[in-house]
């Protein structure tokens, strides 16, 4: 039997190349292989304030962005989080299962928090913030999921997943498979490019973190004009040069050439030529992507979304009606 794979992206914000090449871009290269299941995860989207007519915006442009990516709905699934209960049920089930201490230790929990850790700010904390890599570890033992495809920053999350479904399993008997995270090294962190040391990410309030699919190639010229260098004039690709190294990764994720080939290309070239043509090359990539997202309607992206859901359904209420069995619910 063929193993499964699930993962997710929030529509929250706009996505970025972080995304593309942390996780969706390996979704489209295992989903031949594996049974595939991609969620938008609008449930965890709303543990930060959204606007309700935006969120139902995003939903559609994150389901529009899977199927432009190359997420093709006769190998794979697509759904929308909450559209199937079964997540927020077993969510609460689990939710008795797990210790407060496993989820204040979270490093998403704690940079979302932010610096000032007092006890103050942590009781203005939403429970949802807290309580969100529960939600994800439902998402995952719900479908038995074997691998979960994700960047670098949901390892502990998996993590949590892995130690729930061993705990459940153990108190229980067994109902869970425990699922392994699977990450490639390329790709799984691509930094800001306004800040090489910190992710490039939906939420950071400067629009020049990060390039979004869907910018038109000014912006993204502008953008990769204005991204930090390292002090210097070199280009090499090292550990001594955070920011260069960045967008050396960038450019050879996107044009499947080796970094250290790239930046000898441009040893003597200086940063200018560099930029422009790193910009080129993004641009040139996402143009195909960007052309079927335009012409991708929003009744097909509905249909495959009603055609995920009730594919998954009666698989999600199986399971559910396993586990409230085992737990002892009448
Ligand atoms: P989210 O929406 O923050 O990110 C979606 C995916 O993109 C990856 N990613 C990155 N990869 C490389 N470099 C970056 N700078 C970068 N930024 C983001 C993330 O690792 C992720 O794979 N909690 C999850 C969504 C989720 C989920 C799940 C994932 C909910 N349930 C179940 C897997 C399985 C999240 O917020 O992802």
């Given at each position: 039997m063929q193993k499964t794979i699930?993962?997710?992206?929030?529509?929250?914000?706009?996505l970025h190349l972080g995304n593309y090449l942390g996780a969706i871009r390996n979704w489209v290269a295992m989903q031949k292989k594996y049974s595939s299941i991609f969620c938008i995860v609008d449930l965890h989207a709303i543990t930060a304030p959204q606007d309700p007519k935006q969120l139902k915006e995003k939903i559609i442009e994150v389901a529009k962005i899977y199927l432009a990516a190359g997420i093709d709905p006769e190998e794979s699934t697509i759904f929308v989080q909450s559209q199937i209960p079964q997540h927020a049920e077993l969510m609460w089930i689990l939710n008795t299962i797990t210790k407060t201490g496993e989820l204040y230790k979270m490093t998403q929990f704690k940079d979302k928090v932010g610096a000032s850790k007092t006890?103050?700010?942590?009781?203005?904390?939403?429970?949802?913030?807290?309580?969100?890599?529960?939600?994800?570890?439902?998402?995952?033992?719900?479908?038995?999921?074997?691998l979960v495809p994700v960047g670098e920053d949901q390892l502990q999350h998996i993590e949590l997943a892995r130690t729930l479904a061993r705990r459940f399993n153990d108190r229980f008997g067994e109902t869970f498979t425990v699922p392994e995270p699977y990450v490639l090294k390329e790709g799984m962190r691509i930094m800001g490019l306004d800040n090489p040391a910190k992710k490039m990410?939906?939420?950071a309030p400067s629009k020049y973190n990060r390039i979004e699919l869907l910018d038109s190639p000014d912006e993204i010229r502008e953008k990769i004009r204005k991204a930090v260098t390292d002090s210097g004039s070199a280009i090499e690709y090292s550990d001594e040069q955070p920011a260069i190294k960045n967008l050396l990764n960038i450019f050879s994720l996107i044009t499947n050439t080796h970094p250290k080939k790239i930046a000898s290309n441009f040893e003597d070239q200086g940063y200018k030529k560099f930029k422009e043509d790193l910009a080129g090359s993004i641009i040139e990539f996402l143009s195909p992507f960007q052309k079927k997202y335009h012409e991708t309607s929003d009744a097909e992206v509905l249909m495959q979304l009603k055609n995920g859901k009730e594919k998954l359904l009666s698989i999600a209420e199986k399971k559910i009606k396993e586990v409230k069995k085992k737990v002892g619910f009448i």
């Open positions: 699930f993962s997710g992206v929030q529509p929250s914000g706009n006890k103050e700010n942590l009781l203005s904390v939403d429970a949802g913030l807290l309580n969100y890599p529960i939600l994800m570890a439902a998402d995952i033992l719900l479908y038995d999921v074997h990410s939906k939420s």
